[in-house]
């Protein structure tokens, strides 16, 4: 079965900043999706960007973009220019064609400071 | 479009009774539906993929006659928590599939006394 790993379980960035969020997966499938998904307090499931395993050219979504690193087996999620909302728990997660399943990392708790 | 809901939205009830949570794709038809639990601070643990017409695919671990899935239609997936205990009180999400796309329903929050 397919694993993501999220080393991070808590980030500060400072407002406007920049920041990323780390994610590495394990899969033996050679077709897969990676998604990143944001948490907020009130426990909604946000979804903000999606990057194919077959796409060549990393996702980008107005202040998300991924950082796909296929031969290394990364998908770090880099939010710029960071806003007070951005506080949030964020979830990285695969789906396999393979298996039909989809499965999360344990998350990164994002705090944004003013 | 593509709206997932799920009722009810919370629910308490007491330890030993079964609870029922519904989970609808309201305006596609879903070919996977997947269950998950989340403790508080933790992350989505996949309990079960649900395909119309067939017996849900179960993760190692979740028991099957604790966590009784239905799936009857393209756009109904119910998941029965029997006889539940304290330690079943968890948010419970599902996830609606069509075409490459998810959907997540809004998650409901079971507390057991």
């Known amino acids: 079965a397919q694993k993501i790993t999220q080393t991070q379980p808590g980030m500060f960035v400072q407002e406007k900043e920049a920041v990323t969020l780390d994610c590495t997966y394990d899969t033996s499938d050679q077709s897969y999706g990676l998604f990143w998904y944001k948490q907020p307090s009130s426990g909604e499931m946000i979804f903000l960007i999606y990057?194919?395993?077959?796409?060549?050219q990393n996702a980008t979504e107005g202040r998300y973009s991924l950082n796909f690193q296929k031969a290394r087996k990364s998908a770090n999620l880099v939010i710029s220019a960071s806003q007070l909302g951005d506080s949030a728990m964020y979830f990285c997660?695969?789906?396999?064609?393979?298996?039909?399943?989809?499965?999360f990392g344990a998350g990164t708790r994002l705090t944004v400071k003013p | 479009g593509a709206v997932v809901s799920q009722h009810p939205s919370w629910v308490i009830c007491k330890s030993g009774t079964s609870v029922k949570i519904e989970c609808r794709s309201l305006?596609?038809?879903?070919?996977?539906m997947f269950w998950y639990r989340q403790f508080p601070k933790q992350s989505l643990m996949l309990m079960a993929t649900s395909n119309e017409g067939s017996k849900a695919t179960y993760e190692q671990g979740v028991e099957k006659d604790k966590f009784l899935i239905n799936h009857a239609s393209l756009t109904l997936s119910t998941l029965t928590v029997t006889s539940a205990h304290p330690e079943d009180s968890s948010f419970y999400i599902c996830?609606?599939?069509?075409?490459?796309?998810?959907?997540f329903g809004p998650g409901t929050r079971l507390t057991v006394l």
């Open positions: 996830i609606a599939r069509k075409d490459n796309e998810q959907f």
């Open positions: 990057q194919g395993s077959y796409d060549e």
């Open positions: 305006d596609f038809q879903a070919t996977t």
């Open positions: 997660a695969i789906y396999s064609d393979n298996n039909n399943d989809m499965r």
